[in-house]
């Protein structure tokens, strides 16, 4: 039964992440979306903020879960008994990191072989810093993100005075 785990700071959760954990939940039996803690990325969201707008947006697959995680990713993959870590490629400029992390994963972990999905191309420019950039200068985001994410997202700005 190979599960895969989705890691990503997922902060917040747009139709990109989206599209890559339908085309995994096809491929594997279980999919775990897991919303790493990254305080170093500094995220607007707090962890369970990030959680909870996953699990609203993913509510509909029933192979995918959604999960906080602190710690390394390779221990993540063993604690979740899974096979594959799922990854999204968007363009050339994402494989560098990508690549380096995927090695690293597999150094870490044995079992960590990393998996790379395309999303539909009209995701493809697609990521959560220019999705808040342009709610936070009033732009319209339904395009990017859905309904129950662009509301809490309204909210944190308006919370944070932005
Ligand atoms: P991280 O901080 O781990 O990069 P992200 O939430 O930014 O976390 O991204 C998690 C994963 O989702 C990454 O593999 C990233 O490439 C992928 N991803 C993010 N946005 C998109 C998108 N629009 N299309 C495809 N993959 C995406």
Redesign the pocket.
């Known amino acids: 039964m190979p599960t895969a785990i989705?890691?990503?700071?997922?902060?917040p959760i747009?139709?990109?992440?989206i599209?890559?954990a339908r085309r995994a939940s096809k491929i594997f039996t279980r999919v775990i979306a897991v919303i790493?803690e990254?305080p170093k990325?500094n995220p607007t969201f707090s962890v369970k903020e990030r959680v909870a707008m996953a699990q609203e947006s993913l509510k509909n697959f029933k192979n995918i879960s959604v999960m906080p995680y602190k710690g390394l990713i390779a221990n993540c993959i063993q604690e979740c008994k899974a096979s594959a870590i799922?990854?999204?490629?968007?363009a050339i400029s994402?494989f560098e990191y990508?690549f380096q992390m995927a090695f690293t994963n597999r150094k870490m972990s044995a079992r960590a072989e990393t998996v790379f999905?395309?999303?539909n191309e009209k995701?493809?420019?697609?990521?959560?810093t220019m999705v808040k950039e342009i709610a936070r200068l009033g732009g319209d985001v339904s395009n990017f993100v859905p309904e129950y994410v662009e509301r809490k997202m309204r909210k944190k700005l308006k919370a944070s005075g932005a």
């Open positions: 989705y890691p990503g700071t997922f902060d747009t139709f990109g992440h599209d890559i790493a990254n990325k799922i990854r999204g490629l968007r994402d990508e999905l395309m999303p995701y493809t420019y697609l990521n959560s």
